[in-house]
């Protein structure tokens, strides 16, 4: 009996690997697509498999270390924005083309990767975990919004299939560059991703609607011509990218590179605390699904150790995947294995189908991170309008919650990511001292007012 249990919790665990496995290569290949994407299209190959490998190294130490057993981690959307405005942060720099060009800015987005980490881990050994998730539901809620709205306008010019080198200031020249054939394939893309679960849920979602996307692009191709169906990723590398990561120790006393990593150093903290925030939100789900109780800052010191080791090879920044653990676990997935084989799954489907990863077309890939962006957007900041006319006597908290996620969503897309914490941590504290402020004593009765119950 011992070994059929055994045997069952094995089969279960490679079942629940594969389908996180399936998913985190849906979710990882367009993510370092878009991160990379302030870099030209020269380097959209080497974002792919950056993605590839970060979902390996930063899984594989997640799972061995972490605090939250049955928790997969991998690139996940909220942590690749405030990554490709890294990337973008650092393409930007002076003088970029006579200290190595774009190689040395994707050597520095990595390096405000391993900090980042560095940090995380920081906040683990510190015990800052449970300071952490005091931050209020609102003001997270706000900047994920506006962090979903962010990944939603930069996939437009692939959903709308425009070539990459389009300005948004040209808009009146959209019909003329627009592909209507990727429109239709984008839109069917999502269209299959959408009603796939109630069609059957023993596969991914994403996967079903990518190959659909995938399928209907190539069988237009003969018809209408690859021109008009919109570009594909192109050239990826075979092997592990040979970033110049650990070069940037080699030069610490240019004062050219000081000065970029200082003005990287607003990104790298608020990618920890993005990253710390996610994943612990992402343990509590697991938690939920699982009857189990996570060690905050085991889970801390972990995450941070993966994110430095994505970084050591080349890999995008992660955190706990929410979406990719439940489907582990509804999969039959019941110990840490379960996460090891995942990210062992990724390394093989890598090495397997890396070549053939250049022939996914973008209008596709932008249709999933499309449908990953909706779906960062929790149902309770959209559940506030309804509650707000049917509050009664709590309609002025509903009111001041709504108030705060849609201005810290608009700094968010307005203004940029930096300025949203900022104004994020502000509204907490006023909050804070609202709620301190109150008195004790809400009402006083006496007994000429209020008679006995006797």
Do not use: C
Not at 14 to 37: D, R
Not at 246 to 251: A, L, N
Not at 355 to 382: C, E, H, K, N, Q
């Amino acid at each position: 009996m011992a070994r059929s249990g055994d045997a069952a919790i094995l089969r279960g665990d490679l079942m629940g690997a594969l389908v996180a496995a399936v998913i985190t290569i849906s979710e990882s290949v367009p993510l370092g697509l878009m991160t990379f994407a302030a870099l030209g299209t020269a380097f959209a190959g080497m974002g792919v498999i950056a993605g590839l490998y970060g979902a390996v190294a930063a899984g594989l130490v997640a799972a061995l270390l972490g605090g939250t057993p049955r928790m997969i981690s991998g690139p996940r959307a909220s942590v690749a924005v405030i990554m490709a405005s890294m990337v973008a942060t650092a393409a930007q720099a002076p003088d970029l083309d006579q200290h190595g060009g774009p190689a040395t800015a994707v050597a520095l987005a990595l390096f405000g990767v391993f900090l980042a980490g560095l940090l995380q881990g920081i906040f683990g050994i510190a015990r800052l975990g449970r300071v952490i998730k005091f931050i209020p539901y609102p003001v997270i809620e706000g900047f994920m919004n506006g962090v979903a709205i962010l990944l939603l306008l930069s996939q437009m010019r692939g959903l709308l299939g425009l070539p990459e080198h389009f300005a948004w200031a040209d808009w009146s020249d959209i019909r003329a560059e627009a592909s209507p054939w990727g429109i239709i394939v984008a839109g069917v893309t999502m269209l299959v991703i959408t009603i796939a679960p109630k069609i059957t849920r023993r596969a991914p979602s994403l996967l079903i609607g990518l190959l659909a996307g995938l399928a209907l692009h190539y069988a237009l191709r003969p018809y209408v011509g690859a021109a008009l169906l919109g570009p594909t990723i192109g050239a990826v590398p075979s092997a592990i990218p040979s970033f110049a990561l650990f070069e940037i120790w080699d030069v610490a006393s240019d004062t050219w590179i000081i000065d970029r990593i200082a003005a990287l150093m607003p990104h790298v903290a608020i990618l920890a605390v993005i990253a710390a925030i996610d994943s612990l939100m992402g343990a509590a789900v697991v938690d939920s699904l699982t009857a189990g109780r996570h060690n905050i800052d085991r889970e801390l010191l972990a995450q941070g150790l993966s994110n430095m080791a994505s970084a050591a090879v080349g890999g995008l920044a992660s955190s706990g995947a929410v979406g990719r653990s439940a489907a582990a676990l509804k999969a039959g997935a019941q110990t840490r294995r379960s996460a090891v084989i995942s990210a062992l799954f990724v390394l093989v489907g890598t090495i397997v189908a890396g070549p053939w990863l250049g022939y996914l077309p973008r209008s596709v890939l932008a249709a999933v991170l499309t449908v990953v962006a909706l779906g960062i957007m929790d149902s309770w900041s959209r559940e506030l309008l309804s509650r707000l006319r049917l509050a009664g006597p709590f309609r002025r908290a509903i009111a001041a919650n709504l108030v705060i996620v849609i201005a810290v969503g608009a700094v968010t897309v307005i203004v940029n990511l930096i300025t949203a914490v900022i104004a994020g941590i502000m509204i907490a504290m006023v909050m804070f001292v609202r709620d301190m402020s109150k008195p004790i004593v809400r009402r006083s009765y006496d007994g000429a007012a209020r008679r006995a119950g006797r």
